[in-house]
């Protein structure tokens, strides 16, 4: 995969106390695999090479960034892939999901497991009965945090970051924030903000990292993962209107808005410099606007 360069964008939003916010473009590096999906990847690709494996089997939901990543890379790269997808009843949903199909489209074979099965993904039953039915294969854990998912994304900060006060990004397994801690400064603070609820990812992150220089910022989740409302996607729509930048309402958009309000109430302090990791993911906002559109709910402006 050949990856394009990520840009730092500052925004151009007048914040109060001088703040200065600005946001690099993980969103860019890649078409398709793009922000933090191509920085996990990078290293499991070459681990799997290296231990000559043929395919790749990794888990997702029915609009799962990563599913759709994972697909596209394995075909560039080779391999087979193999998709086990949390929800039976999407068995016969494939046209109608974007995801599954562009998934689908690039050669991924699905299986598709229910709600209560799906839990058990990490057990070694589990994962034995996978290796009987599909053969010897290389596993990239849901979302593909790892320790080569880690080692990826700790090269999300480049030397030209030093300037930052604060760092901040989404939340989804960990992965990314983890990667980021370990490469911070220590004049530096990292905010994830979580796209699930509750604050239990802390003692996930804590297995990757030994920094004490992080915090999760737990109120800007908006009912859970996955769920949007129209003061969001009003949000992204303005924001995008303002900045000329995408957003996606899992994750990034979540965590700009967060950014923001927290501004707007005095958490940071005056002349602050702040960094937001754009972590892509912007392919979700098509299966999403299909859920808005259901419930008839505004949707997002897609300029992707």
Known sequence: MRKRIALNQKLQIQFP???????????LIHSVVSGNKFRKLKYNLLQAKTENK?????????????????AFAAREN???SI???????????????????????????????????????????FLADLKSKFGDFFLIPEGGTNAYAIKGCEEILTSEDKEFDYICCAVG????????????????????????????????I??????????????????GYGKVNTDLVQFINQFYHENQIPLDPVYTGK???GVI????????????????????????????NAELKKKQLPTIAIHV
């Not at 089997?57 to 990543?69: K, M, P, Q, R």
């Not at 709600?115 to 057990?123: F, M, P």
């Not at 960990?174 to 609820?197: C, Y």
């Not at 702040?274 to 906002?285: E, K, N, V």
């Open 83 to 125: 998709g086990i997808i949390r929800g039976d009843e999407l068995r016969d949903k494939i046209a109608g999901n974007p995801t599954l199909k562009f998934a689908q489209e690039c050669g991924m074979q699905f299986e598709f497991v229910s709600r209560e099965a799906y839990r058990l993904k990490t057990e070694d039953t």
């Open 78 to 80: 080779g391999f087979q």
């Open 255 to 257: 965590m700009v808005f």
């Open 17 to 27: 106390n001088s703040i200065s916010v600005t946001i690099k473009r993980e969103d």
């Open 173 to 204: 397994t960990g992965g990314t924030i983890s990667g980021i801690i370990n490469s911070a400064l220590r004049h530096q603070k990292v905010l994830g903000f979580p796209a699930l609820k509750g604050d239990f990812l802390k003692d996930e």
């Open 261 to 288: 309000d927290l501004i707007q109430n005095n958490y940071f302090p005056a002349q602050s410099n702040i960094l937001l990791i754009h972590t892509g993911g912007l392919q979700g906002i098509q299966g999403m």
């Open 54 to 70: 043929k395919s790749l089997l990794t888990f997702g939901g029915a609009f799962s960034n990563h599913i759709a990543a994972v």
């Open 206 to 223: 804590r297995i990757f990292v030994q920094n004490e220089n992080w915090d999760l910022i737990t109120e800007y989740h908006f009912g």
